[in-house]
């Protein structure tokens, strides 16, 4: 066995806080939840909402440097045809 002692056995404990600094606690930990509340309040309202969206889209068909990504533009547009092509084809057939 060892003569050592743990140094969470010398150390004094810590007091205990007082009613006025847990109050303080409280209230600086409502306000920041008031904070992030209004913050998520804000980043869910619809204009945010299709702000983000609009920026997605633009993000999708540019690159890094604002130039436009042809190969991704003809993707979506042969996309389209091919379903404006396929819904025509099964009017004709009704």
């Known amino acids: 066995m060892?003569?050592?002692t743990p140094a969470a056995s010398s150390a004094a404990p810590a007091p205990a806080p007082s009613i006025v600094d847990l109050q303080a606690?409280?209230?600086a930990a409502r306000e920041e939840l008031v904070a992030s509340l209004s913050e998520l309040k804000s980043q869910t309202q619809p204009k945010a909402l299709a702000e983000r969206g609009g920026r997605t889209v633009t993000g999708f068909f540019t690159d890094e440097f604002g130039g436009i990504r042809p190969e991704r533009v003809a993707m979506v547009g042969a996309v389209v045809l091919g379903l404006v092509a396929l819904r025509l084809l099964t009017r004709r057939r009704r």
């Open 25 to 27: 606690e409280v209230v």
């Open 2 to 4: 060892s003569d050592a």
